[in-house]
């Protein structure tokens, strides 16, 4: 079936340093969806990107869609505590089910 | 709103044992999945519904069964349950599918010995 492949899987930095996590895929994507899981959490949604080469921020988080449309990033600038959990890409399926990435699971030493 | 709930939060089975998780929204959401998780795994789909009376599998159904009879409720069943089955379960809702976010519930942590 479909699969998207998400790296790094696991990414150490140093609070203040900044992050990203990439979302990529063989196949054109229809929409995709980020979110994020606190450690012993549920996943909660972050956003969604459309649009061709889209980019969208929020606060310290920048959201990229692909101008093909097979990848996706997201980039944290200077990375807070806060910001510790797994970060999921979940682009559309081809059955119109969400279909999750494995997540880049994120440390902040302090 | 208490959103998406799910009931019970840790459940231990011995192998063979049956048991229903429970999971209820109040946001009038048609869409309902069930996915499991594991560790390096992401998220995986169990079986979902498209409406009241509507079930259908996702990735990985075998093993599970589930029921839609109230549009507020999604039951996801295990008739015999196996050491394999041993994750952390998670329901969610939606609006409609895969253009609308998601909203999850706290995940059931079950252990199967």
């Known amino acids: 079936g479909q699969q998207v492949m998400q790296i790094p899987q696991y990414q150490h930095v140093q609070e203040g340093e900044d992050f990203t996590t990439y979302c990529n895929s063989s196949t054109t994507l229809s929409n995709i969806q980020w979110y994020k899981q606190r450690p012993g959490g549920h996943p909660v949604f972050l956003i969604q990107?459309?649009?061709?080469?889209e980019v969208k921020k929020q606060k310290r988080l920048t959201f990229q869609f692909g101008e093909a449309k097979k990848n996706s990033s997201l980039h944290i600038t200077a990375t807070q505590t806060t910001d510790v959990g797994t970060y999921f890409c979940a682009p559309r399926g081809s059955q119109g089910n969400l279909i999750f990435g494995k997540g880049t699971k994120l440390s902040v030493k302090p | 709103n208490a959103g998406v709930t799910q009931t019970p939060k840790f459940r231990v089975l011995k192998t063979g044992q049956s048991m229903t998780l429970l999971c209820a929204q109040d946001m009038n959401h048609e869409y309902m999945y069930w996915y499991r998780q594991d560790p390096g795994m992401g998220l995986r789909l169990i079986h979902y519904s498209v409406g009241e009376g509507t079930t259908a599998k996702g990735e990985v159904p075998d093993g599970y069964n589930v029921s839609r009879l109230k549009k507020q409720n999604f039951l996801l069943g295990l008739e015999s349950a196996a050491p394999s089955q041993t994750s952390v379960y998670f329901c969610?809702?939606?609006?409609?599918?895969?253009?609308?976010?998601?909203?999850f519930g706290p995940g059931t942590r079950l252990t199967v010995t």
């Open positions: 969610a809702s939606s609006y409609s599918r895969g253009a609308y976010e998601q909203y």
């Open positions: 990107l459309v649009k061709s080469g």
